[in-house]
């Protein structure tokens, strides 16, 4: 029976590639054999799904056929392209084949390269992807904070090793040392072998005689940690910084992964954004558009006093240079003017608008 890597991952057939990620780190922390109450097989198991699940390809042949690498049967190889009207499941010239197209894909593309795989490990640590909420004038101008994130971090105890103290390495069995794991396909094209990493070492070829009893040998431990962020001038709603080196640690010093901070800039109603410039609206009577006037305005940097030229149009715009995002998106404040018409007049204000009419 075709196995449910959904199930499995304990995830549903519509979860995110993020969702998915999510589930397997959670499996692969708990069950993970160098821990305390680990699993090898469950282990291996989810290995096995996420690197299913995790590849778009593989992913799309899984939840078209129920199955992947040859354990699917049935169906025809309608999905297959240029092989339609071939039954793998029966055989070809006589033998039994047992295969996935993409993996023949993969294996043509080490043969024509001209090589040997490239050596990977999978005890390198992972990404974090957070969001913070800053302020506009954070936004417009950068600044400095401290945030506190919980992550994995190297074992203090065995420096990151995994060894308890006093011990030291063994030569791991499973692979006999070489990190990884040789299996022998045969399809259509012929014999093909393809290189995994090894699931109880990692792929180091290692393991340790004894574990550290403080991490369980995984040689990381999870914690919180408060950090110092720079924040650049000219941040905008939904842009990205990286922090190197503060995601996950690796197990066994398997080398950290980077921190994502996505950035969410809390709104102003009194302003707009535009690229690097800072939108104000400003409303004014007609006698301040004719005659001139100061005015006082809003900036991000606190009120401001301008002078409104006599002959202002509505519409008008006044620039106030510097007063918009620094950084590479550097712009200003722009005011622009709304000229208020009042919808009443008095009998005196009607008697000075139309001696007024007659003189411009």
């Known amino acids: 029976m075709a ?4 199930q499995i991952l304990g995830v549903s057939r519509n979860a995110t590639a993020e969702e998915i990620k999510k589930a397997y780190r959670a499996l692969a922390h708990k069950y993970h054999p160098d821990k305390q109450g680990g699993d090898e097989k469950k282990f291996k198991e989810i290995n ?37 009207g071939f039954n793998f499941g029966q055989g070809f010239g006589g033998g039994n084949f047992n295969f996935d197209i993409n993996d023949i894909f993969d294996m043509f593309g080490g043969a024509f390269g001209g090589g040997t795989a490239e050596r990977r490990y999978a005890n390198g640590g992972e990404d974090i992807h957070a969001n913070m909420r800053i302020s506009l004038y ?18 203090g105890e065995c420096g990151g090793s995994g060894v308890k103290k006093g011990s030291d390495f063994v030569k791991c ?4 040392g070489k ?25 180091e070829g290692k393991i340790p005689k004894e574990k550290c009893p403080s991490c369980g040998g995984s040689g990381i431990k999870n914690a919180r940690e408060k950090i110092g962020i720079d ?27 980077d921190l994502y901070l996505r950035f969410s800039v809390e709104s102003d109603r009194r302003f707009t954004v535009k690229g690097g410039d800072i939108i104000y609206n400003l409303t004014i009577k007609v006698t301040d558009a004719l005659l001139s006037a100061p005015v006082t305005v809003p900036t991000i940097e ?13 519409g008008d715009e006044i620039r106030l240079k510097g007063y918009g995002f620094h ?34």
């Open 302 to 314: 606190g009120d401001r006093e301008i002078q409104i030229p006599a002959g202002t149009h509505d």
């Open 48 to 84: 096995e799904a996420y690197q299913v699940l995790s590849n778009p390809s593989k992913k799309s042949q899984f939840d078209q056929f129920g199955a992947y690498d040859g354990s699917s049967a049935s169906g025809g190889a309608g999905g297959f392209g240029g092989f339609e």
């Open 173 to 176: 069995s499973e692979c006999d």
């Open 138 to 155: 954070t936004a417009a101008r950068g600044g400095s904070t401290d945030i506190e994130i919980r992550h994995d971090i190297a074992c």
């Open 179 to 203: 990190g990884e794991i040789r299996k022998t396909s045969r399809t259509i094209l012929g014999s093909f072998s393809r290189a995994y990493i090894c699931d109880k070492c990692q792929g």
């Open 327 to 360: 950084g590479a998106r550097k712009g200003d404040e722009v005011v622009k003017i709304k000229i208020q018409i009042p919808k009443k007049l008095s009998s005196k204000a009607k008697k000075l608008a139309e001696e007024l009419s007659y003189e411009i």
């Open 3 to 6: 196995k449910d890597y959904y």
């Open 231 to 257: 924040i650049p001038a000219g941040i905008h709603d939904g842009d990205t910084i990286v922090i190197k080196g503060k995601g996950n640690a690796g197990g066994r010093n398997g080398g950290k992964g």
